[in-house]
């Protein structure tokens, strides 16, 4: 891995690094522990260079409408405060971490961490022009990140290492589609 040339503005944006997103959890991604060892050389780079690093956590409540019990696609995941909702624990996340809660409504899904978050404001006010992302998983919630933070004006670097799809077709599909909306993909 080339070591990340982080420039000021920058900021790093793990996306739900979970443990049911992991082997042995709930919602399981092949691989999906294997971004943890990338995305620490990630979080090490951006402390000793002062970017702030950003972790969004999907966190439902029982009953969540993206649950296949209520009709939605998923088995049901990271409910609020369980174990398997709790950040991979190989993760070594700063002291002063940002935490993006996400997927808490009770009406709809938001696998986005921009989605109804206020997230673009947050990273305006830190005027942050540029985001490094990572995260599980390639096609579901980081391209819905990555989507929205083009949408928003933000640059894009996609962590290609850092990163794990639930669908090997979905993960090339979500992967070209972030790449030819601008996103960079980096560490591939
Ligand atoms: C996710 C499926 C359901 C994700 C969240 O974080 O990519 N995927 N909920
Ligand atoms: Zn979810």
Excluded at 25 to 42: K, T
Excluded at 48 to 63: I, K, L, M
Excluded at 79 to 92: I, T
Aim: with cysteine.
């Amino acid at each position: 891995m080339s070591k990340p040339e982080f420039q000021p503005g920058d900021a790093l944006l793990l996306v739900d690094v979970q443990i049911d997103f992991c082997p042995g959890g709930a919602l399981p991604i092949e691989e999906g522990d294997q971004v943890v060892p990338v995305l620490n050389r990630y979080i090490d780079a951006a402390v000793a260079r002062g970017v702030p690093v950003y972790a969004s956590r999907d966190w439902h409540p029982a009953g969540h409408p993206s649950f296949k019990d209520q009709g939605g696609p998923w088995p049901v995941h990271c409910l609020q405060d369980s174990e398997g909702a709790r950040f991979h624990p190989d993760l070594c996340l700063p002291q002063d971490t940002i935490l993006i809660t996400k997927g808490t409504r009770f009406d709809q899904d938001q696998n986005s961490a921009f989605d109804q978050t206020g997230l673009a404001t947050e990273l305006r006010r830190r005027q942050i022009r540029r985001l490094w992302v990572g995260g599980l998983a390639e096609d579901v919630c980081v391209a819905a990140t990555v989507r929205d933070a083009l949408d928003e004006g933000f640059d894009v670097l996609l962590i290609g290492a850092g990163t794990r799809p639930v669908t090997v077709e979905g993960g090339q599909q979500a992967r070209r589609r972030m790449s030819a909306s601008g996103a960079h993909v980096v560490d591939a």
